[in-house]
């Protein structure tokens, strides 16, 4: 096994990165940050851990949704996830997140 570093490419969002186990999990990712902070921008995207290994993605800001499928495809491993969020932050975000059934872990929420 190799460990590699990876820089997340941001601006001046917010990032929360997690594992998920379930290709829906971006749909129910949106609906928990959109339900949980209405005035929020974001993007989202997951990486599959079979078949054709897709990148699902999702969001209401093109920019962030962008970064989210860069950032997360950088990353490359299965089952993760990485939310790029603007005009909220992830205190707002985080519980509606943990009552999502599919999210396993949540591994970082910063601004750094």
């Not at 205190?91 to 943990?98: T, V």
């Amino acid at each position: 096994m190799n460990f590699s570093v990876v820089n997340i490419e941001k601006g001046d969002e917010n990032i929360i990165l997690g594992q998920s186990h379930f290709i829906k999990s971006v749909e129910d990712i949106y609906e928990a940050v959109k339900n949980s902070s209405p005035p929020a921008k974001f993007g989202i995207a997951f990486c599959e851990a079979s078949g054709k290994r897709l990148i699902r993605f999702d969001g209401n800001d093109e920019e962030l949704i962008k970064r989210a499928v860069k950032n997360v495809g950088n990353i490359a491993a299965g089952h993760v996830f990485i939310i790029h969020l603007k005009d909220s932050f992830p205190i707002n975000i985080i519980p509606h997140l943990r009552s999502v059934p599919e999210i396993l872990n949540l591994f970082a929420a910063t601004s750094n």
